[in-house]
């Protein structure tokens, strides 16, 4: 409040701030419990900060399923034993969850997303066509590589098509074992760097120019180095 009261008054003022403010308190810690035992608050905090502004929102909690050895028979039985990458793209989850969920699913006779062996007429966004990538063990490495060698500018385009020939089970293409001095300066602009970050790098390597800092960096990339940038 803006204006404050004087006089007798003010005993009764202090010891309800006292009383709000331990309030306060029990809140706050009650707060940290529900915020503690809620692991997509921990994981993605991104998805909650639209709450951030409002006291009463809380981030729903998604609990674990635990899928048994039942489950996980059914799945490898059926005809869909070949799309598990597949459904956790769908699903957006990991591979071993995507059986347990997909057995589960066969024995309730709940539809699965796709038909069997139709993995690659299912509408998998980007985002999910680029984790299929590296659900199938594709790596950055191996991406990066072929963008070089496909002159691609940009490495997120090649695992987003790298992860829908995993999806449809076609092999990924193996990258290159050797490179050009240009094709690693490739590799470090496809990486989502530019020629100010060479220029820092430049600078803080003592490189002789911005360009060799960039195949210097680029060689290190595909080498699954890191960048001290």
Not at 94 to 116: S, Y
Not at 128 to 149: H, K
Request: glycine share 10%; net charge negative.
């Amino acid at each position: 409040m803006s204006n404050r009261e004087t006089g007798p008054r003010n005993t009764t003022g202090v010891a309800f701030r006292r009383s709000a403010a331990t309030v306060a308190v029990a809140c706050a810690v009650a707060g940290s419990l529900v915020g503690l035992g809620s692991v997509g608050a921990l994981a993605a905090p991104e998805r909650t900060s639209a709450h951030a502004s409002s006291p009463t929102a809380q981030p729903t909690p998604v609990p674990k399923v635990q899928y048994g050895d039942a489950d996980i028979a059914r799945f490898q039985a059926s005809p869909y034993a070949e799309d598990a990458v597949a459904l956790a793209a769908a699903w957006n989850t990991d591979v071993t969850t995507a059986k347990g969920r997909a057995g589960a699913d066969l024995r309730a006779g709940t539809a699965l997303p796709f038909a069997a062996g139709e993995a690659a007429s299912y509408p998998f966004t980007q985002e999910q066509q680029r984790n299929a990538f590296f659900l199938g063990y594709g790596d950055f490495q191996q991406a990066l590589g072929l963008a070089v060698a496909w002159g691609v500018p940009d490495v997120d385009t090649v695992k987003t098509k790298l992860g829908a020939e995993v999806i449809a089970h076609r092999p990924m293409p193996a990258p290159p074992t050797t490179y050009t001095d240009a094709e690693y300066a490739r590799a470090f602009t496809a990486s989502g760097y530019d020629d100010g970050d060479g220029a820092r790098l430049a600078a803080l390597w003592q490189s002789p120019s911005t360009y060799s800092a960039e195949v210097t960096a680029g060689k290190a990339l595909l080498a699954g180095a890191t960048l001290p940038l």
